[in-house]
């Protein structure tokens, strides 16, 4: 992985805590650079960034700001993508982790390719969220 992607993995991560990007712009750029794909683990407040060819780049991320919750309640995770996907007046991508870990979502995973994201629970349950289709003549993903 070189300098430049390291960055742009950064910059992309950056862009989501503080806001000023949202996650299409972030699975955009992060795609262009090369990137098949991210994790966020919850528990341990890292991301990660995977290249085609197996390499990968670890980063501390913003804690959640609570403890994963034991029960995994998938209505709970589609709601708080629901409302990331609409940009609900006072969202923020740290209130999304918020709700996410209430939700038992101990983190997910992000794949460009199979465009879509799953969420997974400490117990290994999951949601799958596929990308919404881009409108006609729109380039790729817009999602959570």
């Not at 341990?44 to 960034?49: E, F, G, N």
């Not at 609409?86 to 740290?94: D, E, L, M, S, V």
């Amino acid at each position: 992985m070189n300098e430049q992607q390291q960055a742009v993995a950064r910059a992309c991560l950056a862009g989501a805590e503080d806001g000023t990007r949202s996650f299409p712009e972030i699975v955009g750029t992060l795609a262009q650079a090369g990137f098949e794909g991210y994790a966020v683990d919850f528990r341990r407040a890292v991301a990660t960034y995977y290249l085609p060819d197996g390499e990968s780049l670890e980063l501390p991320a913003r804690a959640a700001g609570a403890p994963v919750a034991a029960r995994f309640d998938g209505a709970m995770i589609e709601a708080a993508i629901r409302e990331a996907q609409q940009q609900a007046p006072g969202y923020t991508y740290g209130g999304f982790c918020r709700k996410a870990v209430q939700a038992g979502c101990a983190g997910y995973v992000v794949s460009f390719s199979g465009r879509r994201a799953l969420y997974i629970g400490r117990t290994a349950e999951t949601h799958v969220e596929p990308f919404p289709d881009p409108p006609a003549g729109a380039g790729r993903p817009a999602q959570a």
